[in-house]
């Protein structure tokens, strides 16, 4: 079986050192890179089905690496930060990475966090009684992980179709935040509300006429979220 293959992008050699040593010594192949011009080049050269990016690095810095990175790839990144205000990871999530871990942090919680993100590769993880779901005018069909609005085709990330697909799944029902977060992301997020309010907003952006007053996706004040079906 083929190794999976993971990016350390780090301008420092001794964290660098420190992850890639404990990652090869669980089984991952693993590649470095020093800045974010080296990273983006590696990356179009070389195929990896993860990448953990430093923020504060020279020459290019990780939010622009992973700006650059969305516009063709959705290869899960995570962020690797000494910044830990709610502030800076919205920005990150906002930008498209999967999950923001600030340093220091232990290298259980980092393998704990890869093997979460690397799940997003599997996008069959929730069982459909049907294989499509009409909402008014969005239509979901699970088996091809495609999604209309008004019949025109809208494209998701797969985090924005996780979060989607779990509220689908048990549609018309209200989900806390915490089973939300379990559902869609695991176990290990079921703390991170922050990661609900950017992607509630970026789904509502794309499915919403008015994403201001939202007709679909349904805010349940400090529980949770619902997916209302018309039909």
Avoid at 94 to 99: E, Q
Avoid at 161 to 167: G, I, K, P, T, V
Wanted: aromatic residues 8%; neutral net charge; charged residues 30%.
């Amino acid at each position: 079986m083929k190794k999976t293959q993971i990016l350390v992008v780090d301008d420092d050699p001794a964290m660098s050192r420190l992850v890639r040593t404990n990652l090869k010594a669980r089984g991952y192949e693993v590649a470095a890179a020093m800045n974010g011009e080296e990273a983006l080049e590696t990356i179009e050269r070389e195929f990896f089905n993860l990448i953990i990016l430093d923020i504060m690095m020279p020459k290019l810095d990780g939010l622009e690496v992973c700006r650059r990175v969305r516009e063709w790839s959705e290869v899960p990144i995570i962020i690797l930060s000494a910044k830990g205000d709610e502030k800076d990871k919205v920005t990150c999530l906002d930008l498209g990475a999967n999950d923001y871990l600030t340093k220091p942090f232990g290298i259980a919680e980092l393998v704990a966090r890869i093997k979460a993100a690397l799940r997003y590769s599997d996008v069959f993880r929730f069982k459909q009684d049907k294989p499509s779901l009409t909402c008014g005018e969005i239509e979901i069909d699970f088996l091809k992980r495609r999604v209309t609005v008004g019949g025109k085709e809208v494209i998701l990330t797969p985090t924005e179709y996780f979060l989607l697909q779990a509220l689908a799944t048990d549609v018309g029902k209200v989900l806390t935040h915490q089973m939300l977060l379990q559902k869609a992301w695991g176990t290990e997020y079921s703390d991170e509300k922050q990661y609900l309010t950017v992607y509630i907003s970026r789904l509502r952006r794309k499915l919403e006429k008015d994403p201001d007053n939202p007709r679909y996706i349904i805010t349940v004040p400090r529980v949770g979220y619902y997916l209302f079906s018309e039909t």
